[in-house]
């Protein structure tokens, strides 16, 4: 299994996880099967949560399924799987993004996916008030142009009064404990919390 982030594979090559086979009773309509069945069936052979969690995040934001048509059929799911159902939103922009998020929210941290801030410009993950995490896929280094756009933003976010932590897509996939542990301590040092005029700004400047 790979995932992909902006039409690249990003899968591990150490993977080993064999391909699982499910048969249906009857064939799906048109011979296609629906994302949320695709979903039912995956549910019960994923490797782990956080896999689940992609494949949920990525049907949601592509729109081929939805949080109403999850939640109705949340019944049919394996009860282990139907809190990522709950948690899972239409937001995320990359499977980046869900690793990092489902790693944070197992550690008790909220994470808000592609938030747009004026003045600055849409982020991957905001937390709490002003820590921005920017998750950059292989395209970021092979284009000169959104290097320079992260760079700007990054300096609209300091200008703000933020702070931006920034990884690569190999660090997510290769060491995501590393990534979150990072987080972690930046946020044990109070950069998720505004200390300048930003806070008393913050409900218009960052939501």
Same mark, same amino acid.
């Given at each position: 299994m790979a995932l992909l982030d902006q039409g690249h594979e990003l899968g591990h090559p150490?993977?080993?996880n064999a391909p699982s086979v499910h048969r249906l009773r009857e064939a799906p309509r048109f011979g296609v099967l629906d994302a949320?069945?695709? %979903?039912l069936h995956f549910a019960r052979?994923?490797?782990d949560d956080e896999a689940f969690a992609c494949a949920v995040e990525s049907c949601l934001a592509l729109g081929l399924t939805s949080t109403r048509e999850l939640a109705v059929a949340t019944s049919r799911f394996p009860r282990a799987r139907r809190h990522v159902l709950e948690w899972g939103c239409s937001t995320a922009g990359s499977g980046l &993004?869900?690793?990092v998020r489902w790693r944070l929210h197992r550690c008790g941290v909220a994470a808000q996916s592609q938030v747009s801030i004026p003045g600055a410009g849409r982020v991957d993950l905001l937390i709490g008030d002003c820590l921005v995490i920017e998750l950059d896929g292989r395209a970021h280094h092979d284009d000169p142009v959104a290097f320079r756009r992260d760079r700007e933003r990054d300096a609209a976010v300091s200008l703000l009064g933020g702070?931006? %932590?920034r990884f690569d897509g190999r660090s997510v996939l290769d060491s995501p404990d590393e990534v979150v542990s990072v987080i972690v301590a930046a946020m &044990?040092?109070?950069l998720h919390v505004s200390r300048s005029l930003m806070r008393a700004s913050r409900a218009t400047r960052w939501h």
């Open positions: 150490d993977c080993v949320t069945t695709a %979903l052979c994923a490797p &993004e869900t690793i702070t931006t %932590l &044990e040092r109070g």
